[in-house]
């Protein structure tokens, strides 16, 4: 059985928009993207790859889908993820969508489908970004790894997790400050 891990980028009053471009998400006129991108090092990317295992499976929202396949399959400079990006199985929450070109696509109408998924999966079901989802799935949530970055930008759309108690399993600093803490589950 899979364990539902998130995954996301936040600084330190919890904002999660756009961290990986200026024009990655700019509703509300947020005009702050990339601001992890300065805080990058081979730390966080050893744990990064560490988390992008071969057997995961990614669930995504659309916005966040669409983003991706907007970059990933057209990259070719050897970046390791773009690999792991297009092979990994990719399930797509979303209402509107009518076809997923993504390799390895599915699309999943609404959340009813996502316990059975688990229940069908060896390795972990990982949501990368994907805001609006994140905060509809509820006890669904097993894990949650936070990239805590040292910046406070007073605006932008803050990440809302499902209620219930987490204990940190462990954390990792990285030398640009980003604290890589990773949560697990006590209670729904």
Excluded: C
């Amino acid at each position: 059985m899979a364990e539902l891990v998130v995954t996301e980028n936040v600084t330190l009053d919890g904002v999660m928009q756009a961290p990986g471009g200026a024009q990655e998400d700019t509703r509300g006129g947020f005009d702050a993207g990339g601001w992890a991108t300065p805080y990058s090092d081979e730390v966080a990317m050893a744990e990064a790859r560490k988390g992008m295992s071969t057997s995961a499976a990614l669930l995504l929202g659309r916005r966040t889908y669409e983003h991706f396949y907007g970059y990933w399959p057209k990259q070719t400079d050897g970046n390791p993820f773009t690999d792991a990006l297009n092979k990994a199985q990719k399930y797509v929450v979303s209402t509107t969508m009518t076809s997923a070109p993504w390799q390895n696509s599915t699309i999943m109408p609404n959340l009813d489908g996502i316990a059975e998924l688990k229940a069908s999966l060896d390795g972990d079901l990982v949501v990368l970004g994907s805001g609006e989802l994140v905060r509809s799935l509820g006890a669904l949530v097993d894990r949650v790894v936070l990239s805590i970055h040292p910046l406070v930008l007073g605006k932008g759309r803050r990440l809302e997790l499902p209620a219930g108690e987490l204990r940190l399993a462990s954390s990792v600093p990285t030398g640009t400050g980003v604290i890589i803490a990773t949560y697990v589950r006590t209670t729904s």
